[in-house]
């Protein structure tokens, strides 16, 4: 539906990822820092 | 500051020079926020003073934009372009990360060789601008020597400043090397958490709604690492909240950070995030300034250090003033309209309007009338913090009453002029 298009726009969007795996890349520090 | 308020026309204050306004001011409460939070001295976790810290952000972060346009204007905003709370929520995550990189970078190598490390955020945030949303794309070879140099003299002067507080008893500790590279993965979250920050407002979204849903991703995430990694349930963040007296304190800083990242979102919107984060980055002169004058901490500082201070603060100003007479020229202002149009035909969103809400104009005739439950927001607020503040507890610390007076006089001048050019060439849109 409605949202599921939202989201199919959403991770078709290249700059998405870009946040996303600096994110992961974050909390991967974060366990090996702990 | 002054300069640029001159320039103003009667209703005809450019956007750069909004902008400008808006990434000083936000310099100015950003620096003033960890105020509060060097009274909380007592030996708590950090994890626990930044979910007490997050808690006062949550409460404040509903109260602005509930009493400036009425969570009717802001719930509308966001539905409209709903792909953008996905965004804002991965903002508020970045940033709960970059926090507690943070505490570990400040245990392990202390906060003078942090805070120049992670400041260097402002250089990813030039990067991310130019490769994803084509800023400084056509400018002249001046504007960019002007933005590049004074981002970088900025990062300098942080430097500057940070060893200034450096002092010989200032040891690294055993993880240096952990301490450094969490400081450097801090510097990337917060370079790249402006990437969702630039991303909403080409789409035309107003700052008030962004923060709205970028404080729950917040909150969340450092409730989740809380949980995660500061022992779960046992967390002294969770004792911290019934002690009486210190509460109010982190809450406070979280207030004034409220203030400076509002300001901070709307320079984001008017200047890019090239030139806004810089600008914001000031902070750390003002943070200086409380700490060194009201705290004193640059009591015992020698003459080595004292002129590391003037060197900074003045490389840091300069910085600044060159970043704000980097005035984007049409052609890098039609770079800008192309990235425009990517979120709109990606989107679905309405180009001539977003444009018009990019120069700060309503695009719609959308309610701004308050509801009851508004002012019950507005109420509840206010309640806690008036709640916590009759409890507060000043700690026996020496503070000087006169620089308190003056850098608070310099904290509402600030909020007056960003406050008043906001509403006036904007209606905070």
Known sequence: ?34 | MGSVVKGMEKKGLSLHALGVICGLTAGVWLGAAEAPTKLVTAGYSPFAISLCMVAGVFTARWTFPTLLKGTGYVFTDLWERKHLIVWALLAGALWAVANTLTVFAIRDVGLAVAFPLWNMNSLIGLIWGRVLFCELKGASAKNIGKVVVGAVAIVVAAVLLGFSTLHGGTAMGSHALSGIIAAIGASLMWGTMYVPYRKAYLSGMNPLSFVTAFTVGELGTVLALTLALDGGTHSSAFQLLHVRGAVFWLFLGGFMWVIGDLFQQFATKYLGIGRGIPLSNTNQLWGLAWGALVFGELASADRAHKLLVVAGSIVMILGALAISTAVASAREESSTNEAVLRECNRYGLDYNATIASMGGDEFSDRSQRKRWWDYAILAAATGVFLWLGIRAVVPPLQMDGRWIAVLGLVLVVSLAVGTWSLWRRTRFS
Do not use: C, N, T
């Not at chain 1, 409605?2 to 994110?23: N, Q, T, Y």
């Open chain 1, 1 to 34: 539906m409605g949202l599921s298009r939202e989201a199919r726009k959403i991770v078709g969007d290249s700059h998405f990822w870009v946040p996303f795996f600096v994110l992961l890349l974050g909390i991967a520090l974060l366990v090996a820092l702990s």
